[in-house]
C-alpha cells in the first residue's frame, strides 16, 4: 500500500539552532514528494516538491529537503530555526489517479 | 499559483441540519478537492470535482452526505448534510496549480478552510 509516514508527532528546536522533520514513504514507481506547512488557523501553504534530479531541494522560507531512495525519505531541513517557523508541516506524496496522500503532520515548535 | 477563497470561514451548525461550503478559484482549473482535516489530524480527501461530471468520492464518503457541485471551471460547493457533532472539522478546498495540463505531481494549493463546528 501506498503511504506517507512522519514517526514525529512534535520536533521542539530552539531559535537558531538546525531543523529536521522527518518523513519516510512507501510508494510504487518513481515517487513524487511535496512538503506543505499549515499556519494558525490557515489553510496549507505548498514549501517544496521533488519530482526527479538534484536530490536536494530547495524551497520556500529558506527550508530545503533531501530525497534519499535507498531510505524511502524526504525530510524537511532549515539550517537556523526561526520562532516564525512554528507551525504544522505535512509530508505529502502523488500517489498517481489525481490522489494525494498526507502524512499526520509535524507540529513544529522554535523556543525563542 | 492559485488564490482560492472559501465562505463561510467558520460556522456553528445544530445537529440535522445541512451547510454548504463555497470555494472559489481565480483561474480556471480542472480539477478540485474537497479534504477535511478533523482536529489535530490530516487532511482525509473527501472527493474530486470535475467541471461538467459527478464528483468522485473516496471510500468512507457518500454522496447523500456530501454532495458537491461543480457549474464551472472556477468555482464548487461541498453541502455537509444532516450534520452530527463528528462532522466538526475543518473542510479544505483544494485545486492543483500546474498549467501545463500534466496534473502528475503538481503543487496542490489550498483555500483558508472553513471551520465548522456541530452542537
Known amino acids: 500500500a501506498q503511504s506517507v509516514a512522519q514517526p514525529e508527532d512534535q520536533v521542539n528546536v530552539a531559535e537558531g539552532n538546525p531543523l529536521t522533520v522527518k518523513c519516510t514513504y512507501s510508494?510504487?514507481?518513481?515517487?513524487?514528494l511535496f512538503w506543505y506547512v499549515q499556519y494558525p488557523n490557515r489553510g496549507l501553504q505548498f514549501l517544496l516538491k521533488y519530482i526527479t534530479g538534484d536530490n536536494l531541494v530547495k524551497g520556500s522560507y529558506g527550508f530545503e529537503a533531501e530525497f534519499n531512495k535507498s531510505q524511502t525519505s524526504f525530510h524537511l531541513k532549515k539550517p537556523s530555526a526561526l520562532v516564525s517557523d512554528s507551525a504544522l508541516y505535512f509530508c505529502?506524496?502523488?500517489?498517481?489517479?489525481?490522489?494525494?496522500?498526507f502524512g499526520a503532520g509535524t507540529r513544529l515548535f522554535v523556543k525563542a | 499559483s492559485a488564490v482560492i477563497s472559501q465562505k463561510p470561514s467558520r460556522d456553528i451548525c445544530q445537529r440535522g441540519t445541512s451547510l454548504t461550503i463555497q470555494c472559489q478559484v481565480d483561474s480556471q482549473v480542472t480539477m478540485m478537492f474537497w479534504y477535511r482535516q478533523q482536529p489535530g489530524q490530516s487532511l482525509t480527501l473527501i472527493a474530486t470535482?470535475?467541471?461538467?461530471?459527478?464528483?468522485?468520492?473516496e471510500s468512507g464518503f457518500v454522496i447523500d452526505k456530501f454532495p458537491i457541485s461543480r457549474p464551472n471551471l472556477t468555482f464548487s460547493t461541498l453541502t455537509v448534510s444532516n450534520m452530527s457533532p463528528e462532522d466538526s472539522s475543518i473542510y479544505l478546498c483544494?485545486?492543483?496549480?500546474?498549467?501545463?495540463?500534466?496534473?502528475?505531481?503538481?503543487?496542490?494549493?489550498f483555500g483558508p478552510g472553513t471551520r465548522l463546528l456541530v452542537l
Open positions: 505529502a506524496v502523488y500517489t498517481g489517479g489525481f490522489k494525494t496522500i
Open positions: 510508494v510504487s514507481g518513481n515517487p513524487y
Open positions: 483544494s485545486v492543483e496549480g500546474g498549467t501545463s495540463g500534466n496534473p502528475l505531481g503538481e503543487t496542490q494549493y
Open positions: 470535482a470535475n467541471q461538467g461530471s459527478e464528483a468522485t468520492y
